[in-house]
């Protein structure tokens, strides 16, 4: 419990939800970001517990910022947020580093589901 | 979950994505080749796509899809957006901003797309013929790579996602990243790549080299998540066949441009030196010294030829992408164009023909806009509809010229005569306007005056750009212009940058270097054959009056002295002749050319600097400078 996590998804749309299906379940969101930049940045302040990622976003995407966070701390556990038809990509983030994948429309529990896996 | 709270956080960042992709759009229409307003517009459509799905629009969710899918092959697209395929998605972007009201208002299921629906995936079907091959190449080359990997012992494990899970190849990722943190892994069966298929069923298989137990390496298959079953054991593996991509003949080999570059190099630095071996066996001479000088003279020669030419590209693979843009730019702007390509077997040294493909693709567009008529404005004037131009290259001395011209309505000379008039480039407006001047007019940076007059789209001119980079690769350009009868811009190249042939000279005690793509001749400078060109020193040659630069003074070097009738070399460029006066000429030289930086302050006369043979350093002068 008390688990902190960091945010990263350019939409305020999606931050939201995921912020709410996250907080729900007593977790801690200390920090969200908009681009892949901010990501790296936020994430090397805040040191969160789990990072949800975005993959498709401006200044650095997703899988770069993933990249970037994993070489300075090989430990990091992203949880990696794509859409439909992104397999190639996912496939590029888990390779880059990323723990698990949620496919949006995102289900509560699922996303729930993935992040216990990442938190071991 | 409930979403109605999301839904006004939902509505207006839609509209703010949407609003990005109509503006992306224009900016799309205005330059078909951009890349970046594609990006742009794929990354606001995606996110768009993303928020729907989560608010349960199917319908909208289905439309940025698609619209999505056909971006993306427009991203990957070496052509630029054709007008139908930008006016498509303009239709796409239009009826998303009209439909997410009604999605909010919980009517996203009645919300019928059906026929731009089918519009956007005939395009993408068009999209995808043209992009089909690149993709052939992509993938044959992620075989080979994946064809590496050895096959080596240890635990044979299987494992099966499940077929209904979301995305399987990233779960099989996730499974293999996992196995990957306990041991070696090896012989993954297909090969990783094939995670990223839409097709991969969810089946794979690998040897694992390892110490842990048999329910360690399953418990750490499982924890990827979606796994249906895993199967660790010894059981041979069923090699599957595997694509291989084998070249036909043994006649190519692909070689890194790097070290054909490299190479390159050495070869300048032998030439040099092979000059500087035969300048020493000259002042000591012994029969045996000459023939080995002799040998390696002509050695070296032949290896200079052999290097330069596995470095040459025919012009082609630059102009094959000009008949599509030349066309879709006629089609944004109402005209007819043909392109035609003429030697399109001509060699040029790779990295002369990387730099000019842009510079041309530029006179292209400005035959395209300034020069070639609507087509009514072609009937009226007695030409076929239908305007022409050609692209040609031909050799050229030692080199290579490309032109392009254009049956348009050429330069009106009066309106650059005022212009040429009001920048001091002439006295009068009643001057006649060679064409020399004219290109010179033209290629000002800022020109506009043209624009102002024809510009259809709203794109600079920029000759300046071309000329500067024309000359950057010691190159000159020269035009020719008539009205009502179009446009002729002609580019001449050296066919390989890295050896340069020069004419080196002295001046005080300093030595340069003048190309000899610039030099006509060279002559005696005698005063008595002297006359005066607008208050200034001129040649008169074979009854034409050349205007004379002494470098001497231009340098203001005042070491030694000038003889009575010191040489001069009269430089060339188009139908532009210029005597320059040195105080000695030392002959002709093979030189390597250095990058060079000006130093700040410094006269614009250098276009680089070389170390000769005796290791001591020479300015190269830019000749066009100097005309």
């Not at chain 2, 609003?19 to 229409?29: A, D, I, M, S």
């Not at chain 2, 750490?220 to 010894?234: H, N, Q």
């Not at chain 2, 348009?408 to 480039?425: H, L, M, P």
């Not at chain 2, 300093?510 to 005698?526: G, I, K, M, N, W």
Request: with cysteine; glycine share 8%; hydrophobic share 45%.
């Amino acid at each position: 419990m008390g688990h902190t996590v960091l945010v990263c998804d350019d939409a305020i749309f999606m931050r939201t939800m995921i912020s709410d299906i996250l907080a729900q379940a007593g977790f801690e969101v200390v920090g969200e970001a908009e681009t892949g930049r901010q990501a790296v940045e936020k994430y090397r302040q805040l040191k969160p517990d789990l990072v949800t990622m975005d993959i498709v976003m401006p200044d650095m995407g997703g899988i770069e910022a993933v990249r970037e966070i994993c070489r300075t701390d090989p430990d990091a556990k992203v949880l990696m947020c794509s859409a439909m038809g992104q397999q190639a990509l996912v496939v590029e983030a888990i390779q880059a580093g990323a723990k698990d994948f949620v496919v949006k429309p995102f289900q509560p529990s699922r996303v729930l589901e993935a992040v216990q896996r990442v938190l071991g | 979950m409930d979403l109605s709270r999301y839904a006004n956080l939902f509505l207006a960042e839609s509209r703010e994505h949407l609003q990005t992709c109509n503006r992306l759009l224009l900016e799309l229409e205005r330059s078909p080749h951009g890349t970046e307003p594609v990006v742009g517009i794929f990354r606001a459509m995606h996110t768009l796509k993303g928020m729907a799905a989560t608010m349960g629009y199917a319908k909208l969710t289905e439309l940025a899809h698609r619209t999505e899918n056909l971006l993306v092959l427009l991203r990957e697209r070496v052509a630029g957006a054709e007008a139908d395929m930008i006016d498509l998605l303009f239709q796409a972007v239009d009826a998303l901003e009209q439909s997410i009201d009604e999605a909010v208002a919980g009517h996203d299921e009645t919300l019928d797309f059906t026929a731009l629906l089918a519009k956007l995936d005939e395009a993408a079907k068009q999209a995808q013929s043209r992009t089909g091959e690149m993709r052939a190449v992509r993938s044959a080359r992620q075989t080979t790579d994946v064809a590496a990997i050895p096959s080596a012992t240890g635990r044979l494990v299987r494992v099966a996602i499940r077929p209904d899970a979301v995305m399987r190849g990233g779960r099989a990722a996730i499974a293999l990243k996992r196995v990957e943190a306990l041991g070696h892994v090896s012989g993954v069966r297909p090969a990783a790549a094939a995670f990223e298929g839409q097709d991969f069923d969810g089946r794979f298989s690998f040897r694992l080299h390892t110490d842990v137990t048999d329910p360690v390496i399953e418990a750490a298959i499982r924890g990827a998540g979606d796994v249906e079953s895993v199967s660790i054991g010894e059981a041979p593996v069923p090699a599957p066949l595997e694509d291989q991509t084998t070249v036909g003949g043994a006649r190519h080999i692909r070689v890194d441009l790097k070290r054909l570059d490299s190479l390159m190099n050495h070869m300048g630095e032998l030439v040099v030196a092979k000059g500087r071996l035969a300048e020493v066996v000259a002042m000591a001479p012994t029969p045996d010294l000459e023939a080995v000088s002799a040998r390696i003279n002509r050695l070296v020669t032949e290896m200079q030829t052999e290097v330069i030419g596995s470095r040459l590209t025919p012009v082609w693979q630059v102009f094959d992408r000009y008949p599509r843009l030349v066309r879709d730019l006629a089609r944004q702007l109402g005209k007819r164009v043909d392109l035609l390509i003429e030697g399109g077997d001509i060699e040029l040294d790779r990295a002369i023909l990387d730099e000019i493909g842009d510079p041309l693709l530029h006179l292209l567009r400005n035959a395209v806009d300034h020069g070639i008529e609507s087509p009514a404005d072609r009937r009226r004037a007695g030409k076929p509809e239908m305007g022409r131009i050609v692209i040609a290259a031909a050799r050229d001395r030692s080199g290579v010229a490309i032109r392009v011209t254009d049956d348009g309505r050429g330069i009106d000379r009066k309106k650059i005569a005022e212009r040429a008039v009001k920048e001091g480039i002439m006295e009068s407006v009643n001057e006649e306007l060679t064409d020399d001047v004219l290109l010179r007019v033209i290629g000002r940076p800022g020109f506009s005056t043209a624009a102002k007059v024809t510009d259809v789209s709203g794109r600079g001119v920029g000759i300046d750009v071309v000329l500067t980079r024309v000359r950057a690769l010691g190159g000159a350009a020269s035009i020719e212009s008539e009205v009502g009868h179009g446009t002729s811009i002609t580019l001449r190249l050296p066919v390989t940058l890295a050896v340069l042939r020069v004419l080196l000279t002295r001046v005080g005690q300093e030595r340069y270097a003048v190309p000899l793509a610039h030099v006509a001749e060279t002559v005696e400078f005698d005063p008595q054959k002297t006359t005066s060109l607008g208050g200034k020193e001129a040649l008169v040659l074979r009854n034409r009056v050349i205007p004379a630069t002494r470098l001497r003074d231009l340098l203001q070097v005042d070491s030694g002295t000038a003889s009575a009738r010191p040489p001069a070399i009269i430089l060339e460029s188009g139908d532009r002749q210029s005597a320059l006066v040195v105080d000695a000429l030392l002959g002709q030289q093979e030189i390597v050319v250095e990058p060079f930086e000006a130093p700040r302050g410094m006269l614009p006369l250098f276009s680089g600097a070389t170390i000769l043979g005796d290791g001591g350093p020479a300015l190269i002068l830019d000749a066009a400078a100097l005309l």
